[in-house]
């Protein structure tokens, strides 16, 4: 598994928006388990499109434009700190599965498959930080830099679950709630995690 593995967390990253949802349900683009926090994530979804610019204007008629979600949460030491306290929740988190252990990918008909395994090293880890900072940075409107994989690439093969990725979406709900990120910010924060379920879930 790269750095760039998980997000949204693995497994991106990121039980972070919570919730598996059902194929009878055409009319919802995402996943619902049912808990409360699954149920929550229509409105979480929605704003995701207020993201950058607010409503109204001020005192003197101008148009009002709401700081980008970077800032709002601390810009470069904020990102930091939630990734910091995230990527320690998540790793710890059996539900998640971060270092895909048990799991098999590649082979032709179940023979010849490797293991998924990661066993990161620190600086692995320390590169799999940087790499969700670059991320998270970039969809927040922060520094528009990125090195990691693609979205996709990063997470083929790992048999990502829908409950895993939900559990995911739950420790950075998580995280959020530790480091006292105001609701407005957590709805569109998770809202940009749960926007990258198709690139990282396979097993549904």
Same mark, same amino acid.
Not at 88 to 108: E, H
Not at 137 to 161: E, F, N, R, V
Not at 195 to 203: A, I, K, N
């Given at each position: 598994m790269r750095s760039s593995t998980i997000l949204l967390f693995t497994? #991106?990253? @990121?039980?972070?928006?919570?919730?598996? +949802?059902? !194929?009878?349900?055409p009319d919802r683009d995402f996943h619902t388990s049912g808990s409360r926090d699954a149920d929550q994530r229509a409105d979480q979804r929605i704003a995701q499109v207020q993201q950058i610019r607010g409503e109204g204007s001020d005192s003197a008629g101008a148009p009002k434009? =709401?700081?980008s979600l970077y800032d709002r949460v601390g810009g470069e030491k904020g990102v930091a700190v939630i990734v910091d306290d995230f990527v320690t929740r998540v790793m710890a988190d059996p539900r998640v599965n971060f270092t895909r252990k048990g799991i098999k990918k590649g082979g032709v008909l179940?023979?010849? *498959?490797?293991? +998924? !395994?990661? =066993?990161?090293?620190p600086e692995q880890v320390d590169q799999f930080k940087k790499h969700l900072n670059q991320f998270l940075s970039l969809a927040m409107a922060g520094p528009a830099k990125y090195d990691g994989q693609d979205m996709q690439q990063a997470h083929k093969g790992l048999k990502i679950t829908n409950a895993e990725f939900d559990a995911t979406i739950g420790d950075m709900k998580a995280s959020l709630d530790a480091l006292r990120v105001a609701t407005e $910010?957590? =709805? !569109? @924060? @998770?809202? #940009? @995690? $749960?926007?990258?379920?198709?690139?990282?879930? !396979? $097993? *549904?």
């Amino acid at each position: 598994m790269r750095s760039s593995t998980i997000l949204l967390f693995t497994s #991106i990253t @990121l039980g972070l928006l919570a919730g598996c +949802a059902r !194929e009878n349900q055409p009319d919802r683009d995402f996943h619902t388990s049912g808990s409360r926090d699954a149920d929550q994530r229509a409105d979480q979804r929605i704003a995701q499109v207020q993201q950058i610019r607010g409503e109204g204007s001020d005192s003197a008629g101008a148009p009002k434009v =709401k700081p980008s979600l970077y800032d709002r949460v601390g810009g470069e030491k904020g990102v930091a700190v939630i990734v910091d306290d995230f990527v320690t929740r998540v790793m710890a988190d059996p539900r998640v599965n971060f270092t895909r252990k048990g799991i098999k990918k590649g082979g032709v008909l179940g023979v010849g *498959r490797d293991s +998924a !395994e990661w =066993k990161p090293t620190p600086e692995q880890v320390d590169q799999f930080k940087k790499h969700l900072n670059q991320f998270l940075s970039l969809a927040m409107a922060g520094p528009a830099k990125y090195d990691g994989q693609d979205m996709q690439q990063a997470h083929k093969g790992l048999k990502i679950t829908n409950a895993e990725f939900d559990a995911t979406i739950g420790d950075m709900k998580a995280s959020l709630d530790a480091l006292r990120v105001a609701t407005e $910010e957590q =709805k !569109e @924060l @998770l809202s #940009i @995690l $749960e926007s990258t379920r198709p690139q990282v879930v !396979e $097993e *549904r």
